[in-house]
C-alpha cells in the first residue's frame, strides 16, 4: 500500500522495485489528491489506485486501509526512499511468526536525512518509547508491515503525518507484538520533495503523543495535573495557615478563597481521571475482544 501525492516522478520506479521484491503481492496505491498524473502512471504501472479527494497522509493511509483486504499489510510512501528488498523479511515476519507490526528502522545514507528531521525523529522517538514503555529507535518510519488483526482495530483518527504516531501508540496500549528490521534508507529522487515541515510537523507529533498518552492513561495524567495543583496551592495558603494558628484571625481571606478553588480543582481533576480510566479501559477491553475475533496469519 503506497499513500501518494504529487510524487509522479517517482511512483512508477517504487511500483517496479517492490513488485520485483515480492511478485506475488498486489500493490495499492493512494492518490491523495494530486495534481500531476501519478494515478495514470501507477496504473500503467501495474498498481490498482484508490482516490482520496483529502489530502492528508492519514486520510490516504485511512482509504487504503479500508479499501484492502490482506493477511499482510506493508505500508509504504511513494517517495523512493525505501528499500523494497526489506519486504520479504518484514512479511515474513508477520505471517510466519504471527507479530503484529514490523516497523522498518532507517538506516540512512550520506544525504538521506535533513539535519532537522533527523534530530526530530530522535528525539519524538525518545519521547514517545518513554511515554508508552515500548522499544523503538525509528517511530516516524513510513515503512512498516502490519497484520490483519492490527489493521482491522486500528481507527485511523488523524489525518496527516501523525498516522505512525497513532499505529504505535494502538500497538503499545493494546500490548500487541512487534519488531524493528533495519533497512536502507536514500536520498529522495531529483525532483522530489519532502512535505514534511520539520518543526511545524514536528510540533504537531508531540502534541499528537501527548493526546495519545493522555487518552491511554488518563488517570496518571489528570492525577499529575491535581497534584501540582494542589501543591502549589498548598505552597500558597501555608503562611494563612500558620498565622492563623499563631494568632487565631484569618488576615488573608481572598488567599484562603483562592485556596479552596484550588483545592476543589485540583481533587476534580483527579475524579475526572478516575472516571476517564474506567471509560479508556472498557474502550481498550472491547478493541482487544475485536481483535482476538479475527484470525491470526496461518489459522
Given at each position: 500500500m503506497i499513500p501518494c501525492r504529487d510524487e509522479a516522478l517517482t511512483i512508477a520506479g517504487v511500483i517496479n522495485d517492490f513488485r520485483a521484491a515480492m511478485p506475488e503481492a498486489e500493490i495499492v496505491v493512494a492518490d491523495n489528491a494530486s495534481s500531476d498524473e501519478t494515478a495514470a502512471i501507477a496504473r500503467e504501472a501495474g498498481a490498482r489506485v484508490?482516490?482520496?479527494?483529502?489530502?492528508?497522509?492519514?486520510?490516504a493511509v485511512r482509504r487504503l486501509l479500508a479499501d484492502v483486504d490482506a493477511d499482510c499489510y506493508v505500508m509504504v510512501d511513494g517517495d523512493g526512499t525505501y528499500d523494497a528488498s526489506t519486504m520479504p523479511e518484514m512479511v515474513d515476519e508477520v505471517l510466519?511468526?504471527?507479530t503484529d507490526m514490523v516497523v522498518a528502522r532507517r538506516i540512512g545514507t550520506d544525504g538521506a536525512f535533513r539535519a532537522g528531521h533527523s534530530l526530530?525523529?530522535?528525539m519524538l522517538s525518545w519521547v514517545f518509547s518513554r511515554l508508552f514503555r515500548v522499544e523503538l529507535d525509528d517511530t516516524l518510519?513510513?515503512?512498516?508491515a502490519m497484520s490483519r488483526r492490527l489493521v482491522k482495530t486500528f481507527p485511523v483518527l488523524t489525518s496527516g503525518?501523525?498516522?505512525?504516531?497513532d499505529l504505535n501508540a494502538h500497538t503499545a496500549s493494546l500490548g500487541l507484538s512487534y519488531r524493528e528490521i533495519d533497512s536502507p534508507y536514500g536520498s529522495r529522487p531529483d525532483g522530489s520533495h519532502s512535505k514534511l515541515g520539520t518543526w511545524p510537523d514536528g510540533i504537531r507529533i508531540l502534541r499528537r503523543i501527548l493526546r495519545l498518552f493522555r487518552d491511554w492513561r488518563p488517570m496518571l495524567t489528570f492525577s499529575l495535573v491535581g497534584l501540582a495543583i494542589i501543591a502549589v496551592t498548598s505552597v500558597v495558603v501555608a503562611p494563612v495557615v500558620l498565622d492563623y494558628l499563631e494568632t487565631g484571625i484569618v488576615e488573608r481571606q481572598p488567599t484562603v478563597l483562592?485556596?479552596?478553588?484550588g483545592y476543589i480543582v485540583g481533587l476534580g481533576l483527579i475524579a475526572i481521571g478516575i472516571i476517564l480510566e474506567?471509560?479508556?479501559q472498557?474502550?481498550?477491553?472491547?478493541?482487544?475482544?475485536l481483535y482476538l475475533s479475527l484470525s491470526s496469519p496461518g489459522s
Open positions: 484508490v482516490f482520496e479527494p483529502r489530502p492528508g497522509k492519514g486520510r510466519a511468526n504471527a526530530g525523529n530522535r518510519s513510513g515503512y512498516r503525518f501523525e498516522v505512525e504516531t483562592v485556596a479552596v478553588a474506567r471509560i479508556s472498557v474502550r481498550l477491553e472491547f478493541t482487544r475482544l
